[in-house]
């Protein structure tokens, strides 16, 4: 696996790399709670799951790195980059 951005961050980016890898390595379909819908790892990927394990391990990664980007001043980079796509992030989303 590669290493993060941050160096700070490696242990989190390799324990949610870990599980994500598991996850998306186990099944090509899987149950979502209540086990009535079943969904392809497309749509899952797409958003239209209810849930994901790797959540909280994903959000504490996101948390380290936005710390590292803000330090760097690449934070305000992204938030203009995605302001001056937004239209088209739009239009891809909906595919």
């Not at 590669?2 to 989190?12: D, G, R």
């Not at 709670?33 to 959000?59: I, W």
Request: hydrophobic residues 30%; charged residues 35%; negative net charge.
């Amino acid at each position: 696996m590669s290493a993060s951005l941050a160096p700070q961050c490696n242990e989190v980016k390799e324990r949610y790399d870990t599980c994500f890898l598991k996850w998306y390595s186990e099944s090509d379909i899987f149950a979502s709670p209540p086990a009535v819908t079943r969904l392809t790892r497309s749509e899952y990927l797409r958003g239209n799951g209810t849930t994901d394990e790797c959540a909280p391990l994903f959000k504490e990664y996101q948390q380290c790195l936005n710390v590292a980007l803000k330090e760097r001043g690449i934070d305000k980079m992204l938030e203009e980059a995605r302001e001056d796509h937004k239209e088209n992030d739009a239009t891809n989303l909906r595919r």
